[in-house]
């Protein structure tokens, strides 16, 4: 799993720029990719582990740092 930082307002709203711009140019996988190193929000990532499970999670690319911050590093296993 790649490891990723929290990240500020402010690369958030970058993130979320060029993935729209993306998307504006019918690239809409590149701009999935994109969209994935935003941190997806831990009770989201939560919600994701009980309902597809952890090999989906580790396995999709999402930043899941933030899950990680509030539920600490080895929260997929248990």
Do not use: C, H
């Not at 590149?30 to 831990?42: D, G, I, W």
């Amino acid at each position: 799993m790649i490891t990723y930082r929290v990240m500020s307002q402010d690369d958030r709203a970058e993130i979320n720029r060029k993935s729209r711009e993306l998307r504006e140019a019918g690239k809409y996988e590149e701009a999935m990719t994109v969209s994935k190193t935003r941190p997806l929000s831990p009770y989201l990532a939560k919600i994701l582990k009980e309902k597809v499970g952890v090999d989906y999670l580790r396995k999709s690319g999402w930043n899941l740092a933030e899950a990680e911050a509030e539920f600490g590093r080895d929260w997929l296993d248990r």
